[in-house]
């Protein structure tokens, strides 16, 4: 191995994307032990490679010459080997820098808990340091209560910050753990920041976002992305062009995020969806044919048979195996939003609210195919469940023109969505 990544739990890292990208290198991913780790470091035959959890640390005492960073954090995300030596840096206070500006954020006087106490929050807790006047910077942990460090069970200590970072891997694909952190707590806290960078949103970010849309959240896709580019620029000296940093964002995004239609039964999430995956050749999901398959049996007899409480339960169920897809298009139910697993489908997609006149879907819908809405008017559906869609949408496109329109209002909100923030 020539360059590469170590660590640990890394089969669904983005590393290699990325630095194949940006260079024509061979990348490799290793997921090794500690003892695996020290003869690496031994043998010395390797150009550079990155670290990440839980290695950052546990390398330090191998290496022959540290940045003043690492010295200061106990962080190592880089070891460059130069005639015989190795070379430590850390290269994520930069780049989680360089993110933070992207997006023309400022820690300027603000008061920020930071979740964990290890490299990664040691990293981040010095670089606003040292670039911003900030009120004051306290830690989420789970042993101590010393100092600045407040315990997860006091954590109400903290419920004046304004800022929350979140440097621990919890939460992160594909179990996307929920974090027992309670923005209503934290209801002063209007900027919310995960390094974690797959899924799209943590638990952790979602529960911040539903504080309401003044609460801005942001993931560390971008900060993998700069802490991949300046490796690379302390290794091989040279700059990375913008337009190949927009390719990989995108791509990886491309991947990663699903594209889920809501709104009311008949307004069109079937047809938009399955023209969406022709277009963008991705594989579509309708949940309702879904159950269908997996059941053997129609929706219809479902919830004539059984009930609407079973056949929630049943979309709850579904819910969840959705929620471990990535890059699909897909269609829920009308009022599919009620499940308690919608969240974890919300991770890793962005929501798109399709809204149509009452008037059209009245002309078009088979009342006899939607059981759920026979003795309801659409009028007083979308009553009840629009402040479920509103809740839940990213994005709201109307779907009262053509196919066509529609597609490419919807087309429209992918690229923006998928493009790096730099312009």
Request: glycine fraction near 6%.
């Amino acid at each position: 191995m020539k360059y590469g990544l170590i660590g640990k739990n890394l089969k669904h890292s983005y590393s290699k994307l990325i630095h194949e990208s940006l260079q024509n290198i061979v990348y490799d991913i290793l997921d090794i032990k500690e003892d695996e780790v020290i003869k690496l470091l031994e043998k010395r035959d390797f150009n550079f490679i990155n670290v990440t959890s839980p290695y950052k640390e546990f390398v330090i005492p191998y290496l022959d010459v540290i940045s003043p960073l690492v010295k200061k954090t106990k962080s190592c995300n880089l070891i460059v080997s130069r005639k015989g030596k190795l070379y430590g840096y850390n290269t994520d206070g930069e780049a989680f820098l360089d993110m933070i500006k992207a997006n023309n954020l400022s820690f300027e006087n603000r008061k920020i808990a930071i979740m964990g106490t290890g490299p990664a929050s040691r990293t981040i807790a010095k670089i606003i340091e040292d670039n911003y006047r900030t009120k004051s910077i306290n830690f989420l942990s789970r042993k101590s209560t010393k100092g600045t460090i407040v315990n997860y069970k006091e954590m109400r200590k903290l419920s004046f910050i304004d800022t929350i970072i979140n440097c621990t891997p919890i939460g992160m694909y594909p179990a996307m753990q929920d974090y027992g952190i309670s923005p209503r707590i934290f209801n002063k806290a209007n900027l919310a920041i995960d390094l974690s960078y797959n899924p799209r949103r943590t638990p952790f970010l979602v529960n911040f976002q539903k504080l309401g849309k003044n609460v801005r959240i942001l993931n560390g896709l971008e900060m993998l992305i700069n802490q991949a580019i300046y490796s690379q620029k302390i290794y091989f000296n040279r700059e990375i062009s913008l337009k190949n940093i927009n390719n990989i964002y995108h791509n990886i995004l491309s991947r990663q995020v699903n594209i889920v239609l809501i709104g009311l039964p008949g307004a069109g999430k079937t047809t938009i969806g399955r023209e969406l995956s022709k277009k963008y050749s991705k594989d579509f999901i309708d949940l309702d044919e879904l159950i269908e398959s997996k059941e053997k049996t129609s929706v219809n007899n479902i919830i004539l048979n059984k009930g609407i409480e079973y056949f929630r339960d049943l979309e709850n169920k579904y819910l969840l195996i959705l929620s471990k897809e990535q890059g699909k298009i897909i269609a829920l139910g009308g009022g599919t939003l009620v499940n308690r697993n919608i969240n974890k489908l919300l991770c890793n997609s962005i929501f798109i609210y399709l809204k149509r006149d009452l008037g059209l879907i009245n002309r078009d819908i088979d009342y006899s195919s939607h059981p759920t809405i026979i003795n309801k008017d659409l009028e007083s559906l979308l009553h009840e469940r629009q402040d479920a869609y509103d809740a839940y949408k990213d994005f709201e496109v109307d779907n009262n023109g053509s196919i066509r329109r529609t597609i490419a209002l919807i087309g429209d909100i992918i690229d923006e969505s998928f493009n790096y923030k730099r312009a």
